[in-house]
């Protein structure tokens, strides 16, 4: 082997490394967001099933709601935060950006669930 070739070996080694760097740095920032967007959704979803539990047992939770939320001071208040928060929810779905196996049904895009119930 010529001197060329020695120095164009340590050269590729040396490349090999700094791109596998390059790379690790890269893949580690994208789990990360991942990870970082993942325990938002976790702690919203878990918000959204706190004020479900104080939907049910008003009576019981008005105080520590109005505590934690002092805008929210009726039943009808707490529904419409509901509705609004499963209306987001329910759009972020349908738009793609939330998981793609969805455990919902399959529903045409722009199209909402019935949403005609009694509270």
Not at 26 to 54: G, N, P
Request: hydrophobic share 40%; with cysteine.
């Amino acid at each position: 082997m010529t001197t060329q070739e020695i120095i164009s070996a340590i050269g590729l080694i040396g490349l090999g490394g700094l791109l596998k760097g390059v790379l690790d740095f890269f893949i580690a920032d994208r789990k990360r967001k991942s990870e970082t967007k993942h325990q938002f959704k976790e702690i919203r979803y878990k918000s959204i099933i706190l004020l479900c539990y104080a939907y049910i047992n008003f009576n019981k939770e008005v105080t520590t709601l109005v505590v934690h939320r002092p805008d929210i001071n009726s039943r009808e208040r707490l529904f419409n935060e509901l509705l609004d928060k499963g209306l987001k929810v329910w759009k972020e779905i349908m738009s793609g950006s939330s998981l793609k196996k969805s455990p919902l049904p399959p529903f045409r895009k722009g199209e909402l669930p019935n949403l005609n119930f009694r509270h």
